[in-house]
T-cell receptor, first 118, second 117 residues
Framework: AQKITQTQPGMFVQEKEAVTLDCTYDTSDQSYGLFWYKQPSSGEMIFLIYQGSYDEQNATEGRYSLNFQKARKSANLVISASQLGDSAMYFCAMRVEAGGTSYGKLTFGQGTILTVHP | DTGVSQDPRHKITKRGQNVTFRCDPISEHNRLYWYRQTLGQGPEFLTYFQNEAQLEKSRLLSDRFSAERPKGSFSTLEIQRTEQGDSAMYLC???????????????FGPGTRLTVL
């Protein structure tokens, strides 16, 4: 079974500063993907960034980067130059493939509420 | 830009009534997923379609829940004899299915918020 743990219920950051949101995962599968989503108060889940288990480089997408430490089973999201619009709930999620069977589901963590102060 | 759409956005119903939600995936996405999200929690997987075939169902999907994707395009999720515990946000997502399966990014719709009185 897969598990995602986000230990920070809430985080605060000053506008224009960087912030790191923690995510650890647990799986026995060798092939897996790690995803981060943003959920504003409107409710829609917005895809931010993806990291594959075989990727040697950390993923980056604009102001978002993923600090992937495979041995520690961590996939922290780094947001640089925070903006007021970054205030939202952030979810870390994982998808695995095992034994050739397609597992469709994403397993999500509990989420971290990020508040950006002006 | 035609993202994932869901209808209705909000539904209020009385306990015991049946409700049906619709999801229209991104065009040409052959994989479709349903999730349920309760307040303060991450989404939980309900079921997964590849084209019209329902390939995976969570144990959360009790006998009162049924999902279809009859022509491999839009999908419906029906809840019969609703209970107050069914109150949640129901999220639909779709993906292309063309990349390696663990890398297949799911794109979500705005969700349907169900309130059972």
């Amino acid at each position: 079974a897969q598990k995602i743990t986000q230990t920070q219920p809430g985080m605060f950051v000053q506008e224009k500063e960087a912030v790191t949101l923690d995510c650890t995962y647990d799986t026995s599968d060798q092939s897996y993907g790690l995803f981060w989503y943003k959920q504003p108060s409107s409710g829609e889940m917005i895809f931010l960034i993806y990291q594959g288990s075989y990727d040697e480089q950390n993923a980056t997408e604009g102001r978002y980067s993923l600090n992937f430490q495979k041995a520690r089973k961590s996939a922290n999201l780094v947001i640089s130059a925070s903006q007021l619009g970054d205030s939202a709930m952030y979810f870390c999620a994982m998808r695995v493939e095992a034994g050739g069977t397609s597992y469709g589901k994403l397993t999500f963590g509990q989420g971290t509420i990020l508040t950006v102060h002006p | 830009d035609t993202g994932v759409s869901q209808d209705p956005r909000h539904k209020i119903t009385k306990r015991g009534q049946n409700v049906t939600f619709r999801c229209d995936p991104i065009s040409e996405h052959n994989r479709l997923y349903w999730y349920r999200q309760t307040l303060g929690q991450g989404p939980e997987f309900l079921t997964y379609f590849q084209n019209e075939a329902q390939l995976e169902k969570s144990r959360l999907l009790s006998d009162r829940f049924s999902a279809e994707r009859p022509k491999g395009s839009f999908s419906t999720l029906e809840i019969q004899r609703t209970e107050q515990g069914d109150s949640a946000m129901y999220l639909c997502a779709s993906s292309t299915g063309t990349s390696e399966r663990w890398a297949d990014t799911q794109y979500f719709g705005p969700g349907t918020r169900l309130t059972v009185l």
